[in-house]
């Protein structure tokens, strides 16, 4: 096996992503919807983790309590290697940005940084969507809007009339209230995408490569075009330790 497998841990606020990655492909998958590593959470991670052969582990998170447990875990199970923080400090690639950034775009950043063309734009469709922009020189800045879940919630929450209401595809002219609302959201973002694409290529020059990763990417792809990738923000948190370590080994 060598010691280039990577146990990759996307933290985030509702859930947590894991994939064992080696020489930046991913070989296998978990995902947990709650990221409080709960009892039943705990078992079923530490599971899995034992199924699993790594040699060191990346971490994004922007739950410090949940990142707190996950190492704990990894002590119980006796894991030896190294475990990486990917943040401002430790990315290795420039950020060309004020203020805070999530460790989640920056793994965006490098994978779109070290694997594509660019300029590259990266849209990550999570709880919120995230377009981010690379250069030449690094993370160049980027947009952020709701997700689709998160417009769908907003509605009901907001909104006394229309209550349960569950996302489907249709035409652009909903014939209820459902397929009204699940157009306008839909549509919204598709448009929305289509008109901040056009713009950053106004503003900074023609994108060449546009990835589309996230649960909804694939449903989005057909509007908006680029390629499709799985698990790039895991793979951009392998290819961030991989240059981590390479940089400490030629230090040694």
Not at 178 to 189: K, P, R
Not at 215 to 229: E, Q, R, S
């Amino acid at each position: 096996m060598g010691k280039d497998r990577v146990l990759s841990v996307d933290i985030g606020n509702n859930r947590i992503h894991f994939g064992v990655v080696e020489k930046r492909q991913i070989l296998s998958t978990l995902n947990t919807y709650l990221s409080g590593l709960e009892k039943k959470e705990r078992e079923i991670i530490t599971r899995w983790l034992k199924e699993k052969e790594f040699d060191s582990v990346a971490i994004s998170s922007v739950v410090p309590e949940t990142t707190s447990k996950l190492e704990s875990l990894l002590e119980r199970i006796n894991f030896q290697g190294e475990v990486f923080h990917l943040t401002r400090e430790t990315s290795p690639i420039p950020l060309n940005y004020e203020g805070t950034l999530g460790p989640d775009r920056i793994a965006n950043a490098v994978a779109g940084f070290y694997l594509f063309e660019k300029p590259a734009c990266i849209i990550d469709f999570g709880t919120a969507i995230t377009i981010d922009r690379v250069e030449e020189d690094g993370f160049a800045g980027g947009v952020i809007l709701p997700g689709m879940e998160l417009q769908m919630r907003s509605l009901e929450e907001k909104t006394a009339l229309i209550k349960d209401v569950r996302w489907k595809k249709g035409g652009v002219t909903g014939k209820n209230t459902e397929e009204a609302i699940s157009s306008g959201v839909f549509y919204s973002i598709v448009g929305g995408i289509k008109e901040i694409l056009k713009r950053m290529d106004e503003e900074r020059g023609k994108t060449r490569s546009v990835v589309l990763t996230g649960g909804y990417a694939n449903l989005f792809h057909p509007y908006t075009g680029g390629i499709v990738v799985e698990g790039l923000t895991l793979i951009g948190l392998s290819i961030a330790y991989e240059i981590h370590n390479s940089l400490r080994e030629r230090n040694d």
